[in-house]
């Protein structure tokens, strides 16, 4: 069993920059793929940033590319998302989010994910 918690999230004017910490529990979380999604008010959760479990492979979605960067420090047991040049329409929960059950560098699809965090608020004002 391995438990999430995020933390980071807040407001911030347009333009601004936040980063969110994904703390896990356990002593595996080295061999976990990781990855943060979000959920809009009236919308689906959507894929945001993915991670391989050394760091050295990355994925994101269009809509924050050049914007955010996905990193993690296994000594620390923490994934990080800066989030850069934020928009209001990056105004969401933010979840992060481990695999360790399928195969590949990075993972994309939230169905693929094993454990999930409580989520953490982020809002961007213009």
């Known amino acids: 069993q391995v438990q999430l918690v995020e933390s980071g999230g807040g407001l911030v004017q347009a333009g601004g920059s936040l980063r969110l910490s994904c703390a896990a529990s356990g002593r595996t979380f080295s061999s976990y793929r990781m990855g943060w999604f979000r959920q809009a008010p009236g919308k689906e959760r959507e894929f945001v940033a993915a991670?391989?479990?050394?760091?050295?492979?990355?994925y994101y979605a269009d809509s924050v590319k050049g914007r955010f960067t996905i990193s993690r420090d296994n000594a620390k047991n923490t994934v990080y998302l800066q989030m850069n040049s934020l928009k209001p329409e990056d105004t969401a929960v933010y979840y992060c989010?481990?695999?360790?059950?399928?195969?590949?560098?990075?993972?994309?699809?939230?169905?693929?994910?094993?454990?999930w965090g409580q989520g953490t608020q982020v809002t961007v004002s213009s």
């Open positions: 991670l391989s479990r050394n760091g050295g492979s990355t």
């Open positions: 989010a481990a695999a360790f059950r399928v195969s590949g560098s990075v993972v994309i699809k939230s169905g693929s994910y094993d454990y």
